[in-house]
């Protein structure tokens, strides 16, 4: 690692000041940064660690019936307090990377760092969540732009995201046994106005929707709805873990596993 | 070079550490405290895993100065107060739960911490839960028989024979 600052302020107000200064970035749990600092392929000059702010901590339900996640909440939490209320959500948290990883790991830095991999993308864009920042609350069709890209400007730190409550939801993760991370991820939600379907791992612009299905669960939410559907594999990513052609293939048919799982 | 100060195994340490020093660095070249294996780096082995405020993590991945204040215990503090290894330490030793001994530190880390959230797992729960430590020796079946037996459980059945069957 190239040398940095390392500031833990204890007021979103002074990490907002410590993110203002030059070169600084934000780190959450440091599950993905510290190991790309290793490898030298960032090299800022602070680090500000938001860790310790105890309002960006927790799980709760609010009243309009949405689950609000505070950003700096790790995944075991995700997993043991928001299971009573989106079991979909806490099964996902429980399941990414290792124990140890979840313990650190935040859903802020997840969904700030927008790796095309990752699961928490799924889950935000597939329930129609809120990202809310400093600044504004940004809807998660607007947020994730493509690849480890965001509508977050520099410096704007996520405080909590909000997640819609559906009627039914599953997310199933064809996993990368090594990384632990989705080759593929499909993360189906049923709410009373329709069905979304949000796939990570898959594509080359990040994570995604995938309209046709939604269209086709929102009239006849039933694995049968998407078996005659066919994924374009163009913009697949294609590495040796799997083709363009195969992830195609996956987001299908996880789709439809994830609509059995949801019942 | 900051100050950090923190609790580990029960005593009060503290020392000057650079913005970037890790966790396990500081424990092992700071402190000395070279049980605590670093075998990979990158966040993929489990061979550095502490625990932090009670919870295990990679130490490797954790930035000293993010436990200023936390309570660290690592496998130096796990044996009982007389010398005598621990009930999963024993176990470990009773069920053959290592051969190279190089990642066994971060394994009975991480075994101490699913024992102490669930006292009685099941196989598949042990399994699960080791997911982030990497054994190139053993295979596994006598770690899971080593876990399952300091919790109690009757391990009769897991032969290594049984296991390998399944």
Same mark, same amino acid.
């Given at each position: 690692?190239?040398?940095?600052?390392?500031?833990?302020?204890?007021?979103?107000?002074?990490?907002?000041?410590?993110?203002?200064?030059?070169?600084?970035?934000?780190?959450?749990?440091?599950?993905?940064?510290?190991?790309?600092?290793?490898?030298?392929?960032?090299?800022?000059?602070?680090?500000?660690?938001?860790?310790?702010?105890?309002?960006?901590?927790?799980?709760?339900?609010?009243?309009?019936?949405?689950?609000?996640?505070?950003?700096?909440?790790?995944?075991?939490?995700?997993?043991?307090?928001?299971?009573?209320?989106?079991?979909?959500?806490?099964?996902?948290?429980?399941?990414?990377?290792?124990?140890?990883?979840?313990?650190?790991?935040?859903?802020?830095?997840?969904?700030?760092?927008?790796?095309?991999?990752?699961?928490?993308?799924?889950?935000?864009?597939?329930?129609?969540?809120?990202?809310?920042?400093?600044?504004?609350?940004?809807?998660?069709?607007?947020?994730?732009?493509?690849?480890?890209?965001?509508?977050?400007?520099?410096?704007?730190?996520?405080?909590?995201?909000?997640?819609?409550?559906?009627?039914?939801?599953?997310?199933?993760?064809?996993?990368?046994?090594?990384?632990?991370?989705?080759?593929?991820?499909?993360?189906?939600?049923?709410?009373?106005?329709?069905?979304?379907?949000?796939?990570?791992?898959?594509?080359?612009?990040?994570?995604?929707?995938?309209?046709?299905?939604?269209?086709?669960?929102?009239?006849?939410?039933?694995?049968?709805?998407?078996?005659?559907?066919?994924?374009?594999?163009?913009?697949?990513?294609?590495?040796?873990?799997?083709?363009?052609?195969?992830?195609?293939?996956?987001?299908?048919?996880?789709?439809?596993?994830?609509?059995?799982?949801?019942? | 070079?900051?100050?950090?100060?923190?609790?580990?195994?029960?005593?009060?340490?503290?020392?000057?550490?650079?913005?970037?020093?890790?966790?396990?660095?500081?424990?092992?070249?700071?402190?000395?405290?070279?049980?605590?294996?670093?075998?990979?780096?990158?966040?993929?082995?489990?061979?550095?895993?502490?625990?932090?405020?009670?919870?295990?993590?990679?130490?490797?991945?954790?930035?000293?100065?993010? &436990?200023? !204040?936390?309570?660290?215990?690592?496998?130096?503090? /796990? @044996?009982?107060?007389?010398?005598?290894? +621990?009930?999963?330490?024993?176990?470990?030793?009773?069920?053959?739960?290592?051969?190279?001994?190089?990642?066994?530190?971060?394994?009975?880390?991480?075994?101490?911490?699913?024992?102490?959230?669930?006292?009685?797992?099941?196989?598949?729960?042990?399994?699960?839960?080791?997911?982030?430590?990497?054994?190139? &020796?053993? !295979?596994?079946?006598?770690?899971?028989?080593?876990? /399952? @037996?300091?919790?109690?459980?009757?391990? +009769?059945?897991?032969?290594?024979?049984?296991?390998?069957?399944?």
């Amino acid at each position: 690692m190239y040398a940095f600052d390392f500031v833990r302020p204890a007021t979103l107000d002074e990490a907002v000041a410590a993110l203002g200064g030059e070169e600084a970035q934000a780190l959450g749990g440091g599950q993905t940064l510290i190991p790309a600092l290793k490898q030298r392929l960032a090299a800022p000059a602070t680090l500000v660690s938001l860790t310790g702010l105890p309002e960006l901590r927790g799980v709760c339900a609010a009243d309009d019936g949405t689950l609000c996640v505070g950003g700096a909440t790790t995944h075991a939490v995700v997993a043991a307090e928001a299971a009573a209320h989106y079991p979909a959500l806490a099964a996902l948290a429980g399941n990414i990377g290792d124990p140890a990883v979840r313990n650190r790991g935040t859903i802020g830095g997840s969904v700030a760092n927008n790796d095309p991999s990752a699961c928490y993308p799924a889950a935000a864009l597939g329930s129609g969540a809120t990202i809310r920042t400093n600044t504004r609350d940004i809807a998660a069709d607007d947020y994730f732009q493509g690849m480890f890209t965001t509508a977050l400007e520099p410096g704007e730190i996520i405080t909590e995201i909000r997640f819609p409550v559906p009627e039914k939801a599953a997310y199933v993760k064809f996993e990368q046994p090594a990384s632990r991370f989705a080759l593929v991820g499909v993360f189906v939600a049923k709410y009373a106005d329709g069905v979304r379907v949000a796939v990570t791992g898959a594509s080359e612009e990040g994570v995604f929707r995938w309209t046709e299905a939604e269209a086709a669960l929102s009239s006849d939410f039933g694995a049968g709805a998407v078996s005659g559907l066919s994924v374009e594999a163009d913009m697949m990513i294609g590495d040796l873990h799997g083709s363009p052609e195969y992830r195609a293939h996956l987001v299908k048919v996880l789709t439809g596993r994830a609509v059995i799982a949801a019942g | 070079m900051t100050k950090v100060t923190m609790t580990v195994n029960g005593k009060a340490v503290s020392g000057e550490v650079e913005g970037r020093t890790l966790l396990s660095q500081f424990l092992r070249d700071g402190l000395g405290l070279t049980g605590t294996h670093v075998g990979c780096d990158t966040s993929q082995c489990g061979a550095c895993v502490v625990h932090v405020n009670g919870q295990d993590v990679k130490s490797c991945t954790t930035l000293a100065l993010e &436990c200023e !204040g936390a309570e660290v215990r690592t496998i130096e503090g /796990m @044996a009982n107060p007389d010398g005598s290894l +621990s009930v999963i330490q024993q176990a470990f030793q009773d069920h053959h739960g290592l051969q190279c001994g190089f990642c066994t530190p971060g394994m009975v880390m991480t075994a101490s911490a699913l024992l102490a959230q669930n006292p009685t797992p099941s196989e598949a729960e042990i399994r699960h839960y080791l997911e982030g430590n990497i054994c190139r &020796c053993t !295979g596994y079946h006598n770690i899971v028989k080593a876990i /399952m @037996a300091a919790s109690g459980q009757d391990v +009769s059945h897991l032969g290594s024979d049984a296991i390998a069957a399944e």
